[in-house]
């Protein structure tokens, strides 16, 4: 039998190996256009926010939002054909999770992503980007390829630099003074960061609905997630002295590999469907299609830095939605204290709307719970009826129209205007 300091040294050894893997941006293997046609990739995959949403007769308008610390964003604000104008009030801004980017919304299809199902509805829908991810790995003076600096960033700046940005480009852009904000996972969980460091910002906001919101991580499930998670937290310092900052990027080897082999239909289905549900142990067979499983992983993981990594890591070993523990003597420095300071969730004062998922191995229920009791304007907790429904449903689920959508599009007419 294994003793224990060797399946810690060998998990580590793991971390490591696949860190390493998914951090160096390779430039030999990306398939170019022609022998991806060749070996049948989906054409639709290969096609950015706007293409795809063009592809199925919506218009997308293409934005970039400019963060206070200077990242630059792409922000898509999509509508139907259908709906020239009677579009209703106020903007509606959809933010995505962890490692995905805003085509998350658009792999399902028109049938069931939320953008398109948004936009059918008249929604003046705004979609966001958070930094580090394929629409938002660039800055005005930093290179994320040379300047190590670029990926020294996790939740706790996102929440106070890039959901603020974006509230205030959209309010901007449209005239209206607040808006509706719906939060995917670490969509949300940014969020709750911005009211609980930026005072005032809540206020813009008529209602957020928080889809499998992630604030702590206390009782995640995923074996395998929790096991990735803590070793780069653990891994972290040695790991990014070695200069490895940005993981799990659309263009690294293993990615290309999973689009590869998630494209190429007659492999898709046993190895992706399986890789998903294995991976973050949560099973729900026929849920997402065979189709929507290319599109996936033509856009996810679509980047982050390893800060962000080793931050959820750390959110997992904690029962508290707090900063960055940098250890006391920096703690000290950074923050003046030893322990790392808890975001305020009493802050949290817009109406909220929560839906979770009894199987979510990431976003634990107990976690949500916990979340509920923490927040002081809860409109309405739901559990998704269906017990096998899980994290990635929220996205990727055929069922996304059925299951999410009613509550949703209740909660947002009720805080619109036509
Ligand atoms: C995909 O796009 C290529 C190039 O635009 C085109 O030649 C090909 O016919 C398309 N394939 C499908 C299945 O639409
Ligand atoms: C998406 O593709 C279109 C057409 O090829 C291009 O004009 C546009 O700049 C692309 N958008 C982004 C954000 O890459
Ligand atoms: C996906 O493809 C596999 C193999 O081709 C097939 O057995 C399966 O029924 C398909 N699943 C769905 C949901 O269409
Ligand atoms: C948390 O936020 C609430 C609401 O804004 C405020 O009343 C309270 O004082 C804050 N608590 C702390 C510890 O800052």
């Known amino acids: 039998m294994a003793s224990k300091g060797s399946v810690t040294f060998n998990i580590l050894a793991a971390t490591a190996a696949l860190v390493v893997a998914n951090v160096i941006r390779m430039r030999v293997l990306p398939i170019d256009f022609k022998s991806k046609n060749v070996l049948e990739y989906p054409n639709e995959s290969l096609y950015n926010f706007t293409e795809l949403a063009n592809r199925y007769g919506y218009h997308s308008e293409e934005h970039t939002v400019v963060t206070e610390d200077g990242y630059i964003l792409n922000v898509f604000r999509i509508n139907s054909g259908n709906c020239d104008g009677r579009m209703k009030g106020p903007p509606v801004v959809l933010m995505h999770g962890l490692l995905l980017s805003s085509d998350a919304w658009l792999d399902a299809g028109p049938e069931a992503g939320l953008a398109y199902l948004l936009a059918d509805s008249c929604y003046d829908l705004w979609v966001g980007n958070q930094r580090g991810n394929y629409y938002a790995r660039r800055h005005l003076t930093l290179n994320p390829d ?199 969730l009493s802050s949290v004062t817009p109406p909220m709307v929560i839906l979770y998922g009894r199987n979510d191995h990431l976003v634990d229920t107990k976690d949500v719970y916990w979340l509920v009791n923490e927040l002081p304007n809860v409109l309405e907790v739901e559990e998704v009826a269906d017990p096998l429904w899980n994290h990635f449903d929220v996205a990727y689920s055929q069922y996304v129209n059925q299951r999410i959508f009613p509550t949703v599009y209740k909660y947002l007419e009720h805080f619109s205007t036509t």
């Open 146 to 344: 040379k300047d190590p600096s670029f990926w020294d960033f996790s939740i706790d700046e996102i929440g106070f630099y890039d959901i603020p940005a974006t509230i205030d480009y959209v309010l901007r852009n449209t005239g209206f003074g607040k808006l509706n904000y719906i939060g995917y996972s670490q969509g949300a969980g940014t969020f709750f960061v911005m009211c609980s460091e930026r005072p005032g910002y809540c206020n813009k906001v008529n209602v957020v609905i928080g889809l499998a919101p992630a604030a702590r991580q206390t009782h995640t499930k995923s074996m395998a997630y929790r096991l990735l998670a803590t070793g780069i937290s653990a891994l972290e310092d040695p790991l990014s002295q070695s200069g490895f900052r940005e993981i799990f990027s659309k263009t690294s080897p293993l990615q290309e590999i999973a689009k590869f082999i998630c494209q190429v239909r007659f492999l898709s289905e046993p190895l992706c469907g399986n890789f998903i549900s294995g991976f973050f142990d949560s099973y729900h067979p026929g849920s997402i299609t065979n189709r929507t499983l290319g599109m996936m992983f033509s856009h996810f993981p679509a980047g982050t830095s390893l800060h962000t990594m080793a931050r959820y890591g750390q959110s997992m070993q904690t029962d508290q939605f707090q900063k960055f523990d940098y250890g006391a003597a920096r703690n000290m420095k950074k923050y003046g204290c030893k322990e790392p300071p808890k975001y305020n």
